[in-house]
């Protein structure tokens, strides 16, 4: 089975604090996503990865940067969070090849911004 | 740009009281449609993937079938265990990595 781990599954930062959230996957996978997940928006697609050291903007990447060192691991930074950045971010992965083969995801990390 | 649209936002049933959910999609050529089942608290997991028009799919007591605009989820007989909510997902030719989800169905299945 894919296992997408991810770091912390709450977390309580300050406004303008730079915050890291860590996504690990246990399969070898060459793409990488981060979403979030609001109520009544749905999952909105942040960044993803393909292949390490190698990032595409999703919809809404404002406020947001990632970084992808090893294959395996893939970060999402809040350069300097904002209140409005409160969300439920989801981290997902999906092998190689053709790209309708379906993502996997980890469990989440609840973020709140105070 | 992809739209979808599932639909009720919520729905209660009796345990054993079999029903169906509705995912409506517009997507500039579909390369494949996603169901994926979504725990309190936890990340979606992944069910179905249906590739084009006519396709069914089966796990259990769900079933999942899928039109030129619509895919519909059916739950047959369901026990209190089902209750999620249940997340439809589209990927178009166009679209590179992107998937476009609905807002999702919560299902409660009452004992």
């Known amino acids: 089975d894919v296992k997408v781990t991810q770091s912390s599954r709450y977390l309580v930062k300050r406004t303008g604090e730079k915050v890291f959230l860590e996504c690990v996957q246990d399969?070898?996978?060459?793409?990488m996503f981060w979403y979030r997940q609001d109520p009544g928006l749905g999952l909105r697609l942040i960044y993803f990865?393909?292949?390490?050291?190698?990032?595409e903007k999703g919809d809404i990447p404002e406020g947001y940067s990632v970084s992808r060192e090893k294959k395996e691991r893939f970060s999402l930074i809040l350069e300097s969070a904002s209140t409005n950045q409160t969300s439920m971010y989801l981290c997902?992965?999906?092998?190689?090849?053709?790209?309708?083969?379906?993502?996997?995801f980890g469990d989440g990390t609840r973020l709140s911004i105070l | 740009e992809d739209q979808v649209t599932q639909s009720p936002e919520a729905l209660r049933l009796q345990e054993g009281e079999s029903s169906s959910l509705n995912c409506s999609y517009t997507v500039s050529g579909l390369r494949g449609l996603f169901w994926y089942r979504q725990d309190p608290g936890k990340g979606p997991e992944f069910l179905f993937t249906?590739?084009?028009a006519g396709e069914e799919k089966e796990k259990e007591r769900l079933k999942a079938t899928l039109t030129k605009k619509e895919s519909f989820l059916h739950i047959t007989a369901p026990k209190p265990e089902d209750s999620a909510t249940y997340l439809c997902a589209v990927h178009s030719n166009f679209g590179n990595e992107k998937l476009t989800f609905g807002t999702g169905t919560r299902l409660t299945i009452i004992p």
């Open positions: 249906l590739y084009s």
């Open positions: 997902a992965s999906r092998s190689g090849g053709p790209s309708n083969q379906p993502q996997h």
């Open positions: 990865s393909y292949d390490v050291k190698m990032k």
């Open positions: 399969m070898d996978h060459e793409n």
